[in-house]
């Protein structure tokens, strides 16, 4: 037969919601004095942006997107603008790190090489070349060469929002001109 189980008193309640209550107030209190806040969008003490070389990669082609997301306005050649981007390196990097007994490749080492200075009109240095190595494994098979191909695009994809993001942040890290 089943047992009836008697219900709480209200004060038995009230102490259960209480307590409840407090660990959740101990729980928000212990989040926010640790010091985490949501990344927000960044801000820039430049409003324009010239870039000069590799505009024809994938990661300058990403790296403006973002740039006009974020607010910037991105100009070339000789029209004025507060800062200069200029993108030293921009590579792509495909190497055989895995073989078989039989001298097939079964490990590949992608990398993706993006090295970037940031000066003012006047040739002062904000940001010294900074080179971004980004490097993923992919393992390969000669009986899936498709489906490793949609791959490899996938994690080069992944690799340029990654160096993309990191540019960003060190460009919004620079705090006067």
């Known amino acids: 037969m089943p047992t009836h189980r008697p219900s709480p008193t209200p004060t038995a309640a009230r102490r259960r919601a209480l307590l409840q ?3 959740g107030a101990a729980a928000l209190a212990g989040v926010t ?3 985490f806040k949501l990344r927000q969008a960044p801000t820039f003490v430049f409003q324009t942006v010239r870039l000069v070389g590799g505009t024809n ?4 082609a990403e790296l403006l997107r973002a740039l006009a997301t974020n607010g910037l306005q991105v100009v070339y050649g000789a029209t004025p603008a507060d800062v200069v981007l200029t993108v030293v390196t921009d590579q792509r990097e495909r190497i055989a790190v895995g073989q078989t007994a039989a001298g097939q490749v079964r490990e590949l080492q992608l990398r993706t090489r993006f090295t970037f200075r940031l000066r003012t009109t006047s040739d002062k240095d904000l940001i010294d070349d900074t080179e971004l190595l980004l490097e993923r494994d992919l393992s390969f098979s000669e009986t899936a060469v498709l489906s490793k191909d949609a791959e490899e695009a996938l994690l080069y994809r992944d690799m340029v929002s990654d160096a993309v993001q990191q ?3 060190r460009l919004a890290a620079v705090k006067s001109l």
């Open 167 to 169: 540019v960003v942040r």
């Open 21 to 23: 209550l407090a660990v």
């Open 33 to 35: 004095g640790c010091g």
């Open 57 to 60: 990669s994938p990661v300058t």
